[in-house]
Structures are given as C-alpha cells and as structure tokens.
RNA sequence: GCCGCCAUCGUCUAGGGGACUAGGACGCCGCCCUCUCACGGCGGUAACACGGGUUCGAAUCCCGUUGGCGGUACCA
C-alpha cells in the first residue's frame, strides 16, 4: 500500500499560533502512527505579509514543538512557473478564462440577481489578456466533501461564483495554488481547520479541471479531514487578548513542549478511556483520525498547567536541568548564568524543586538563594524575624553547627528536637529560619534546602540574619 | 443577507436507542497530609441549549428554533 502523504501548510503571515500548532500537532501524528511522509509547504504566495521573519517564526515554533518533518519545506513562491503552466492549460481548456469584472461589478450582480445567486462572469472579449482569471463552475451542479471527521457536506453551485483563481497579473490565488500543490505532491490526506471547509469545492473544481485536462490525472483525490476549530476561554477567536496565543508565548511562560503537544492533542481528540496524560510515544501509538471530534475546543491555560506539572514530574533531574538552563536563557539572562555556574548545585536545587513547581518560570523564584543568596522581602522578615523568631533562629544555629554529619537524616533529627524541646508549632521554628536562608517566606523543604546550601552557607546566612 | 459547520458539567471530554438516578479529567468547595509552596489522598458542586416528531423506549435518529463559529477577497 502506498504511503500515507501529509502536509502541514502554514501561511507565514506572524507567528504560529496555537491552531495551527494543533494542526500541525495532528498531521505529524498520524504521519508518524501510520508511518507516513509528512511535507512543510509554506504558502506564501501573500507578498505583502510573508516576510523571512515570519518563515522562521514557524521554523522556530516547530523545532521547539519537536515536530519535524520529512519533505521541504516547499516554498508555495518558488513554483511560480508550475502555478502559470497549469494556469495556461486551464485557460486554453476551457475551465477559467479572463474576466475584467471588478468587485463592484460583482456587488451590483448579487444586488441584481440576488444573494443565493454566485456570480458568473463574462469572459473578457478577444484575446485581450487582462483582468482576473476565474474558474468556470458548472452551473446547476453540486460538489460533495467526503470528509473524515464531518461526513459528507453537499455545496449546489449555484451558490458559489466563479472564484478569483489569478490575479490580473497571472500570479495565483490560494485556492487554486493549494489545489495544484496538493496535486503534485501526491498528498493522499489533506488535515487542516474547519475554516477550510468552505474552500473545499473550489479547489475540488480546480482539482478536477487539471485532472480532466490529464495534469496529474494518475494521482487519486486526497481524503480531507476538517479539524474544529479553537477558541479563547470566552468562546471567540483566540488572540493574544487571552494570555499566549502563539506558540512562543506558550514556551516564554514556561510550559515544557512535551506537555503542550498533550494538551494540544486533547482539544478535539481523546484516547476513548479516560487517559489524559499521555507522552509523546502514546500520542503517536493512539492517535486516528476516527476519534477527532466535530465541535470547536477552548484553550484553557488552567488545565495546561495542571499537564505541564506532571510532565515536570516526569522528567529525570538532568533533562529538567537543561531544559530550566534554556528557558532562563530566553527570559532571564543573568539567572541563567548564576544557574549554570554550578551543574551540581543546580541537579541539586532542581531535585528538591521538581514536585513544586508546575511550569520552568516557577523554579527560579523557588530557588533562586541557592544561585544569588538572601532576597528582600520586607513582609516576610516582619512576620517571621521578630524577637520569637531571631531567638529561635540562635537556637537552631547552635544545632547546626553542633551535629556531626551534615546531611538530611542529622538535619531533621536536629530541627525536630528543637521543635519538641520548645514545645512550639514546627511552623514556629521553620519559618523564621527559611526567611533567614532564604529571605522570603516560600523555599524548597527546609531540611532539603539547609542540606543542599550547606553547614558553612547556612551558618554564614543564620549570622547575617542575627547581627542585621 | 446568503451558503456551510457545530451544540453533554464553568472548561476538555466519554457516550453512537434500553447498560445513564449521564462516567472521567481540569477548575472550584470541604476534609486529611503538612515546615512555606506544591504534591498526594478522600468527599462534594456541576451538564444532555430549546421545541416538535420517530420509537414500547432518545443525550443518542429526524425536523425546526436559538446560539456560536467559518466562508462569502484580484487574503491565506
């Protein structure tokens, strides 16, 4: 059986958002669970908006998703003389011809002949060679969308005018650019946003003109499959109004790629049992087309999160490392190099972080006085460092500086005796001591956290609290 | 306006005529655990948009209404 042939086609037109991730989320999955060829074709045939800024936008947001692919990317521009080629033999077939009629033109027919009637336009006298080329549809026909997740949908033409399929100039429109790029590409599944669905019968009617002409009349029909749409959390289109709409937001607020690729997967697919965190290799393992649903999902960065801490969880310790090095690399320079100065001490910090910790920006504020000490916090020192708490921070210093073996179990023996012996709340003991080690009332566990610093940084901390 | 798609807890969803007094997850509330923050455990809150059919029986099928969304560009 032949392969199965996708493609994931983003029009560059900003950065990539979370839709299109999606989009393209799904296509590489099913590519990879059926062991397909999945191709990444640019479509930038909109000069004005499509800038090499925006290309790597896409390139980036897609690297960093890890979703690659296995053919292009084809730059929709650089097959300018294929688009003009089939163009010719449409116009001299007899499916398009040239049309002077302008929008208004157009307005003034539906004002005349009514909105439930598509425009027709007269082709343009002689062989005068400007106007727009339109593609002829067939009058009192239908075109049927045999779609996977919609079913059957019937479009009568008499609703549809004659698309725009070339601007005056020859340069190509979309719809007839997809069609024809589709085409040669042998791309037997076409998966993309519902908004697509509409624009289905016209590049069907392009489709079928080129292959009755005999361009590429070997090459089956693509099976389509139209994905729901997403929305904001308020039901309408996402945009940055909502928090992160593209895929770069997503990543500079510190959500793992693993886990948007679950979350992504979860809007308009489900595993059919109730699983809900899923790695990559499931994703792949489970993933048809058959369970995509047919109603439009809202992006809820609340759920987002929750995922992004079990997969936070999941990680071992050095991969977690790595993976906080370059997040604070993107958002806070200065962090990354106090983090990355110590590989130890940071595996340390992060093995005592990871359970709190639900996305890569929460880990600093955590434990940022293992890197760059003691911080400010006036709320904190007037709660905790009073006379009850500086008392009780000289108490525990002289346990720490009297144990033996300055490691976890000794630690905790120690802090917990002095917890019985004064007969207080343990709160009473730990807190006033983590704003002293730490400067804020939140840190890591407290006997991790004096361990990890150490005997001599603990005791140097506790000194500093109690002369200040 | 016209054409089309969609419609189960606040959100993501399971469900495809009797197994549904509608299941799971996030969130929220309460309790437990607890040195902060988290994690974890237990319990609770909460939905078949509405109206007609079809059927012995409908969340599931059909029609209509309403609502949301998409298309209707010499944008993609």
Do not use: C
């Amino acid at each position: 059986m032949a392969p199965m042939r996708l493609r994931f086609a983003p029009s560059p037109t900003g950065a990539l958002h979370i839709g299109g991730a999606r989009t393209a989320l799904f296509n590489w999955l099913l590519a990879r669970h059926n062991e397909g060829v999945l191709l990444l074709r640019i479509e930038d045939t909109d000069r004005e908006r499509s800038t090499p800024e925006n290309v790597s936008q896409i390139l980036d947001a897609l690297q960093w998703l890890e979703l690659d692919w296995d053919e292009g990317p084809v730059f929709q521009s650089e097959r300018e003389e294929r688009h003009r080629e089939v163009l010719q033999a449409l116009l001299q077939g007899g499916h398009a011809y040239r049309s002077n009629a302008t929008a208004e033109d157009v307005a003034a027919y539906k004002r005349l002949y009514g909105a439930e009637r598509g425009f027709r336009g007269e082709a343009t006298a002689g062989d005068r060679k400007d106007g727009a080329v339109r593609l002829h549809v067939p009058d009192g026909e239908s075109t049927v969308v045999h779609d996977v997740v919609r079913g059957d949908t019937r479009f009568d033409h008499v609703h549809l005018d004659d698309p725009v399929i070339a601007r005056a100039d020859g340069s190509v429109l979309y719809n007839f650019a997809v069609a024809i790029d589709d085409l040669d590409a042998q791309i037997t599944h076409v998966v993309r946003g519902e908004d697509h669905l509409s624009n289905t019968p016209k590049q069907l009617l392009v489709l079928r003109a080129a292959r009755a002409l005999g361009i590429g009349a070997e090459t089956p029909e693509p099976v389509y499959a139209h994905l729901p749409l997403l929305h904001g959390p308020d039901g309408k289109k996402l945009s940055k109004r909502h928090g992160a709409a593209s895929v770069q937001e997503l990543r500079d607020a510190g959500f793992l790629a693993s886990a948007v690729r679950n979350y992504l997967a979860l809007l308009g697919w489900g595993a059919g049992d109730d699983a809900t965190f899923l790695t990559t290799p499931e994703l792949i393992e489970r993933f048809t087309l058959e369970r995509v649903s047919r109603s439009p999902a809202r992006f809820d960065q609340v759920k987002l999160r929750w995922l992004d801490g079990l997969h936070v969880r999941e990680l071992p310790v050095p991969e977690l490392s790595d993976r906080l090095l370059e997040f604070l690399q993107l958002t806070d320079p200065e962090a990354a190099v106090a983090a990355a100065a110590d590989r130890g001490l940071l595996e340390g910090a992060v093995a005592i972080s990871q359970e709190k910790i639900q996305t890569l920006a929460d880990f600093w504020p955590l434990a940022r006085l293992f890197f760059v000490g003691v911080a400010e916090d006036r709320a904190a020192r007037e709660r905790w460092l009073g006379e009850p708490g500086i008392a009780s921070v000289r108490e525990a210093r002289t346990e720490l500086a009297t144990i033996e073996r300055f490691d976890l179990p000794a630690i905790s023996a120690a802090l917990e005796g002095l917890v019985q012996r004064q007969g207080v709340k343990p709160r009473e003991v730990y807190q006033p001591l983590r704003v002293a080690l730490a400067g804020t009332a939140v840190s890591p566990g407290i006997f991790e956290t004096i361990e990890l610093l150490g005997r001599e940084e603990t005791l140097r901390r506790i000194d500093a609290t109690l002369v200040g």
